[in-house]
């Protein structure tokens, strides 16, 4: 035994985030955790869930070894069983219906977990099948899309700015280094503004709180437009020299009026024209669109092109504070090209392809429908579908449907609960990877190594394990030829000049690959006219309107009269827990006792119609299901909508109110965030 404690700086993977961190390791085991004073993104702090991170770790209700399902429940299996038999299973439904039926799943871990994210996508093209499902088609995809089609590439909020406009963004909640960044600056004189159905902590530091009905963002954002359009508050210099289509927004736009929007978003007019002075003003001003709200409405792909326009002809991209496309570093692509298209791409083109670039992923709204016929094996690798997909009785239905499921996860979850073989997976400090900090929200030109601090516990292995044995067994081994993940991590560094051995020893703490570079350089964007896209042919040639627009949710209390009278409610779902990460840590301790059980929110007026106090019992229902919780009555909430959070199991799961074929037009995404629903005390207990 030595007594030495080693200090590992590596990055945090409980939310996508990826703060930095120093692990305190002593005879192998991780005894402390601290934030990372260096690192751009957290500066030393740590969020609640991060100091818990231990808790999770060394867990007891880790998995701790490969388990099968038999007839009297689960079986403890070795890693070879488990895996000659998934092998022999898999190799049958291939013989008899072809590759295409294995389909593979990666929640929102993937996204700081490249290693995770690429290898699954990597086995099920080498298996032969384009059948690849995460949460990128039910989460910031949709904004990554649409950004890239307006400017050619992902230009994101900067954590700094002179004016923060949070659209349906709480960052207490969900974006740590941002609410960090936030403080910093308002104390520097940077202004804010809230545009939420939620009076959240932060409009009481707010210049403006406004109050929008749910769903409703783009009405309120075309708004905007032609106040400043019709001001003349614009960068005309800005606009001539880098966008086209400004002349055929201008008449499009005059049918948009601020009186028009007022009735429909709840929002007054005269609040919309204080707010389009205020944004046009400010050089270095930004839209935060919330990193999934605004996707998960039925105007997601046209809300975000708004957003795109509001930022272009108000000249606030490429400066400071504004939206900026950084750096991005070229990373070696662990997946690889597989013939055919993914699920849903025939029927959503513009989220599968686009000038001829394809991305990999499915469409996961369409998923449930096509299982048996189409996909019978499945693999989730770091998520929980069952909750954390929309409808999940659809999804329970289409699971119970499949000939192989095989869940690789650290716990048990609803999800693992109904796979076949339920196999353990090591934590972010057990395997080696990239901390690659070109995040989904504020991509920074950033990359550390994230280091193996301790060994794998239990009989828990790696993805890049447990992949590489799988292929093996497949006959597609050579498919997997790295020795170890240092060796994969080495590969994924590759054209970047960057070498595994300098990242470990001489910038341990990670650095800046790139500065970021402001202004227009050449003056050229990636859209094939070279330009800023006001008017978008990439939309067009999909048979969608080229200029921004205003759809309903199809639910709502303006779209479906019918259905009013048995579902009065607005339904608003999956506002973020700070304790928590989706389904994920509610075993842990010290948040449990923060968080011990989930709250739907409703306002005092409308908890007064339907007689409910502060802490009943209530059963919200829509057309799909019912969920039960106890009731928070808060005046921060709009009257007329109810907040159901999301993550929690069994029949407080929100994802049973959710609908799967209630989808955004464009890329499919499902309508999460302006439903409607009933709610009613539970007199039952
Ligand atoms: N602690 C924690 N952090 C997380 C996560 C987590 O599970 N836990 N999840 C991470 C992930 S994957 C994601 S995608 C992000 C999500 O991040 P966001 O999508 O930004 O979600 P929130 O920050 O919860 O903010 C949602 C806000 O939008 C408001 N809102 C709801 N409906 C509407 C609407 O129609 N219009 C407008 N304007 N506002 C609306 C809500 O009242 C709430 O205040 O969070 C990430 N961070
Ligand atoms: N109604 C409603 N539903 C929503 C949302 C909403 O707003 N409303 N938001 C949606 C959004 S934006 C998202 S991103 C999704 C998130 O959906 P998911 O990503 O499916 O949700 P999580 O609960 O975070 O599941 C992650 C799982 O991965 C496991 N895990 C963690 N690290 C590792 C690892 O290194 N390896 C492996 N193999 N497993 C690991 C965890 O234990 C956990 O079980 O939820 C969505 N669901
Ligand atoms: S915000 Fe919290 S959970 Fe997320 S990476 Fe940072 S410390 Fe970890
Ligand atoms: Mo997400």
């Known amino acids: 035994m030595t007594n ?15 703060c930095g961190i120093r692990v305190f390791v ?33 867990s007891p209700h880790r998995l701790k070894y490969p388990m099968k399902k038999g007839k009297g429940g689960w079986e403890r299996i070795s890693w070879e069983q488990a895996l000659d038999e998934i092998a022999e299973k898999l190799l049958s439904l291939k013989n008899l219906y072809g590759p295409t039926v294995l389909g593979v799943f990666s929640g929102s871990v993937g996204v700081e977990n490249l290693e995770m994210v690429g290898l699954t996508q990597r086995f099920k093209a080498a298996f032969g099948s384009p059948n690849f ?13 649409t950004r890239q089609i307006t400017f050619g590439k992902y230009p994101t909020e900067e954590l700094d700015s002179k004016l923060y406009i949070l659209w349906g963004h709480n960052p207490d909640a969900s974006d740590f280094p941002l609410r960090l960044a936030i403080e910093e600056n308002l104390k520097k004189g940077s202004k804010l503004v809230v545009i939420d159905p939620k009076r959240i902590p932060l409009a009481d530091r707010a210049e403006m709180y406004l109050r929008i009905r749910p769903g409703t963002d783009g009405a309120m954002a075309l708004a905007m437009i032609n106040v400043i359009i019709n001001e003349n508050l614009y960068d005309s210099e800005f606009i001539e020299k880098y966008t086209i289509g400004f002349d055929r927004l201008v008449p499009h736009i005059q049918q948009y009026t601020p009186e028009w929007a007022e009735k429909i978003t709840w929002v007054p007019a005269e609040d919309i024209r204080k707010l389009a002075r205020m944004f046009a003003n400010t050089k270095g001003a930004s839209i935060y669109q919330g990193t999934c709200t605004q996707d998960q409405t039925a105007n997601g792909t046209q809300n975000s ?20 496309i950084s750096p991005r570093l070229p990373l070696g692509n662990v997946g690889i090209e597989v013939e055919g298209e993914p699920l849903g791409a025939d029927r959503y083109p513009l989220f599968y392809e686009v000038w001829g670039r394809k991305s990999p992923y499915g469409v996961v709204t369409c998923l449930p429908e096509n299982i048996p016929e189409k996909i019978k094996a499945f693999f989730v690798i770091g998520g929980n579908p069952i909750v954390s997909m929309p409808d999940s009785n659809a999804f329970k239905e289409a699971f119970k449907r499949l000939e192989l499921l095989v869940v690789h996860d650290l716990f048990m979850t609803e999800t693992g609960s109904l796979a076949h073989y339920l196999l353990p997976a090591c934590s972010h400090l057990e395997k080696w990877g990239l901390a690659y900090t070109y995040n989904v929200c ?15 516990l239990y009989e828990s292995w790696s993805e890049w394990k447990f992949f590489t044995e799988l292929a093996k067994r497949l006959g597609i081994g050579d498919k997997f030829y790295w020795k170890s993940e240092e060796e994969l991590v080495a590969f994924e560094l590759g054209p970047t000049g960057l070498t595994f051995e300098e990242l470990l020893n001489e910038k341990p703490e990670g650095s800046f690959y790139q500065e970021k570079q402001y202004g227009m350089k050449d003056g050229r964007f990636s859209t094939p006219s070279r330009k800023i896209e006001i008017y978008s042919e ?3 040639m999909v048979g969608f309107d080229p200029l921004p627009t205003y759809l309903e949710p199809q639910r709502s209390p303006i779209s479906s009269l019918e259905l009013l009278e048995k579902y009065p409610l607005i339904l608003s779902t999956g506002n973020r827990n700070y304790y928590y990460t989706h389904s994920q840590f509610r075993h842990i301790q010290m ?9 739907l929110e409703i306002g005092p007026q409308t908890a007064k119609k339907y007689d409910i106090k502060e802490g009943d019992e209530v059963i919200v229902e829509t057309n799909r299901g019912s969920v039960r919780m106890k009731a928070h009555v808060d005046d921060a909430v709009a009257e007329g909508v109810v ?33 409607l629903c009933n709610i009613r005390k539970n007199i039952e207990r």
Not at 309 to 324: E, R
Not at 651 to 663: E, I
């Open 643 to 675: 907040f159901v959070p999301h993550g929690w199991e069994k029949d407080a799961n929100a994802n049973l109110l959710t609908d799967t074929n209630c989808r955004e037009p464009i890329m499919g995404y499902p309508e999460l965030k302006s439903l």
């Open 4 to 18: 030495t404690v080693k200090e590992v700086l590596t990055d945090c993977t409980l939310c996508y985030h990826s």
């Open 442 to 456: 504020h991509c920074l030109p950033y990359l550390m190594l994230r280091k193996k601090a301790i060994e794998p």
């Open 591 to 599: 948040l449990n006792k923060k968080s011990p059980e989930p709250y």
């Open 538 to 540: 990439a939309l067009k």
């Open 305 to 324: 092109r708004a957003f795109s326009v509001l930022q272009t002809i108000t000249g606030n991209i490429n400066i400071p504070g504004g939206w900026v």
């Open 26 to 58: 002593e005879d192998g085991k991780a005894i402390k955790v601290e934030g990372l004073e260096s690192h751009p993104l957290n500066k030393g702090k740590l969020c609640t869930k991060g100091e818990a991170m231990l808790e999770n770790i060394y």
């Open 133 to 145: 499902f995460s949460v990128e088609s039910i989460c910031y995809r949709m904004r990554i899309r």
